[in-house]
């Protein structure tokens, strides 16, 4: 979109992101040595990665209810608040049960931040440029996979978990500052509707589709995601310490994946979701069969993550296009569906490698799910196209009684 202005504001609530998603994944290297630390088993530690999804997915329209009540400034706020402070405790506690609530707590922050931090994104931009708006937000959850999470792997192998967590609060803190500096006091808030307007306008079928459409593709991301690393050393054959450099080149794929889908998103969205989602089915079947070559995997591990975020970033902006009447709760129904998937997708690559289908099944597992996705969104289409087209034959119909001359009169234009 040309002369499209990002405004720095919007980097900045970036930042806050990064933070966020950093949080969220960064547990996949330190739940050993919490367990350890705490005296509970890895299984009991893993819980702590579970709690976090299950705060994102349900806390997501539920805080972007509550954040309604403040402006959108004062919600950030509030939320990033709470966000730091819930680490600050888990860094200094010795419970693992105050831990646990930490992080249910912290993903109910996170929740609620993205959905406020999404309207007031799209909102900072002109009304067609809500894809590159989203683009540049959700850098941030990408950043984290490519710096963020590894980062925090190295600082609980140098100092401990505890030090990722002091980590997380300190790089939350510019974020704040940031917030309180360049997101403007009531952004948006006079024009915002009533609840039950908002709640009329999540009913619409394109939403709906959308959001399906979002949990499949992010299901499929986060079931291979999940088991990339077993994957590498299993079926690749390359050693552990090739692990963080298949996870960076996925992470670093992503990156640019949401930089190039934002650029199309807005003007060319059906291209993105149809030649990108079969693009990413294939990519997946691809990478199945060929997981047992290094350099098959190296490279498609930088594709499949370029595709899946570029795709991802574009069905959540379509989110926000699909309800313009519920600018804040779109949001939080946008997040909370795509950690649905975040949950479904590792619990159907688990299952198949637990029915003996070996590691490579969660590849053919995100396969079958972006492929649902296509049928999903090529059956939704054709409905739309038959609806439309029976509106337009009954108006052309509404017209033509119209101009018809009625029984037993002779119209004016043949008299």
């Known amino acids: 979109m040309r002369g499209f202005f990002v405004p720095f504001a919007l980097f900045l609530l970036g930042v806050a992101v990064f933070a966020q998603g950093t949080s969220e994944f960064m547990l996949a290297g330190l739940v050993s040595d919490i367990a350890r630390d705490l005296g509970v088993s890895v299984p009991t530690a893993g819980a702590l990665t579970s709690a976090f999804a299950a705060g994102m997915v349900v806390g997501a329209p539920l805080m972007a209810a509550l954040g309604r009540r403040w402006s959108r400034r004062g919600a950030l706020l509030g939320f990033l608040v709470a966000f730091l402070g819930v680490h600050v405790v888990g860094a200094l506690t010795d419970s693992f049960g105050v831990l646990l609530a930490t992080r249910v707590v912290g993903a109910l922050a996170n929740a609620g931040f993205l959905a406020v931090a999404l309207v007031t994104a799209v909102d900072m931009v002109e009304p067609r440029a809500k894809g590159r708006a989203t683009s540049v937000l959700l850098g941030g959850v990408t950043l984290a996979c490519v710096v963020g999470v ?106 640019v994946g949401v930089g190039v889908g934002g650029r199309f998103a807005d003007r060319r969205p059906g291209v993105v979701l149809g030649v990108g989602g079969g693009a990413l089915c294939l990519g997946w079947g691809a990478l199945a069969l060929g997981a047992g070559t290094p350099g098959v995997v190296l490279g498609l591990v930088f594709v499949q993550g370029a595709l899946s975020f570029g795709v991802g970033s574009t069905l959540i902006s379509q989110v926000l296009y699909a309800a313009p009447g519920a600018p804040t709760l779109s949001g939080g129904f946008a997040t909370a569906a795509f950690n649905v998937g975040a949950a479904l997708g590792p619990w159907l690559g688990g299952t198949a490698i637990g029915g003996g289908l070996g590691y490579r099944s969660p590849l053919w597992v995100s396969a079958v799910l972006v492929a649902l996705s296509l049928v999903v969104a090529g059956g939704a289409g054709g409905l739309a196209r038959r609806r439309n087209r029976g509106a337009g034959r009954s108006r052309t119909r509404a017209s033509s009684e119209e101009v018809s001359p009625a029984p037993g009169r002779r119209s004016r234009l043949t008299a």
């Open 150 to 255: 590894p980062a925090g792997a190295l600082l609980g192998q140098l100092w401990g978990w505890r030090a990722a967590f002091w980590a997380v609060a300190l790089v939350s803190v510019p974020a704040l500052l940031a917030v309180v500096r360049s997101v403007p006091g009531g952004a948006g808030d006079s024009a915002r509707p009533a609840l039950r307007g908002e709640l009329r306008s999540l009913r619409g079928p394109r939403l709906r589709v959308t959001l399906l459409l979002g949990t499949l593709v992010n299901g499929a991301t986060f079931c291979t995601f999940t088991y990339l690393a077993p994957l590498v050393t299993k079926v690749t054959g390359l050693g552990g310490g090739w692990v963080p450099v298949v996870l960076a080149l996925f992470g670093a794929g992503s990156f």
